[in-house]
């Protein structure tokens, strides 16, 4: 049983930096890509970041390219966002989700992931 756990969130005012932690867990699983994905009360899922654990250079979502950085251990179990400048519409439920590639298609819907987090709340305060 593969698990995916995210730790980090939290309530802050706008300008305010947060950093989530996105652990995987269980039998021998190399979780490959890891991302996080968020979703707001009312609106559609939407890519935050992704990053392969074998070394490529990490996407991110245009509204948050420049703010936020992805990273990960160096087993390669645990993936880390960075959360810079946050501003209210950041406030969301952030979850992480594996699987074995990272593609330019990481954040198209329809994309699917093997595993997914149980999410961790951001809340940003104007």
């Known amino acids: 049983q593969v698990r995916l756990a995210e730790s980090g969130g939290g309530s802050v005012h706008a300008g305010g930096s947060l950093r989530l932690a996105c652990t995987a867990s269980g039998r021998t699983y190399n979780p490959g890509c890891m991302a996080w994905f968020r979703q707001a009360p009312g609106k559609e899922r939407e890519g935050v970041a992704a990053?392969?654990?074998?070394?490529?250079?990490?996407y991110y979502g245009d509204s948050v390219k420049g703010r936020f950085t992805i990273s990960h251990d160096n087993a390669g179990n645990t993936a880390y966002l960075q959360m810079d400048s946050l501003k209210p519409e950041d406030t969301a439920m952030y979850y992480c989700?594996?699987?074995?590639?990272?593609?330019?298609?990481?954040?198209?819907?329809?994309?699917?992931?093997?595993?997914w987090g149980q999410g961790t709340q951001v809340t940003v305060s104007s």
């Open positions: 990053i392969y654990t074998g070394g490529v250079s990490p």
């Open positions: 989700a594996s699987r074995p590639y990272c593609t330019m298609a990481w954040a198209k819907p329809g994309e699917e992931y093997n595993y």
